[in-house]
């Protein structure tokens, strides 16, 4: 799958690169750390969350995209599987990335 990009690498990677957007350091299919996930859950209340399924969506909306056939919020989305948390991107609320890379919807 993707990367290990733990929340302390963050800001290593800033300053290296000059880029300090979460979305330019981590990619959809990486795996982060429980740090992040926590701090990602205490920045503002979550748009959607599920804890004991490691289930977040930020509560800030990040951009937009098409779904059936309209323009909807996108928010930055972790979801855990297999022990790992992973980053899932902007998706639409209520949405994740399966072990495919599809985007489905959280039961």
Known sequence: MGEYRPFKGWE?????????????????GDYVDQETFNYFMD????ASCRYEHRYLQMGEPHS?????GKYVQTYLTFA???????FC????RGYYLDESGQMVRFA
């Open 12 to 28: 290593a990677f800033a300053e290296k690169t000059g880029k300090n957007s979460y979305t330019d350091y981590v990619k959809p």
């Open 43 to 46: 920045v503002m209340p979550p």
């Open 64 to 68: 937009f995209c098409e779904l059936d």
């Open 80 to 86: 855990g599987r297999n022990g790992k948390i992973y």
């Open 89 to 92: 991107g902007a998706l639409p």
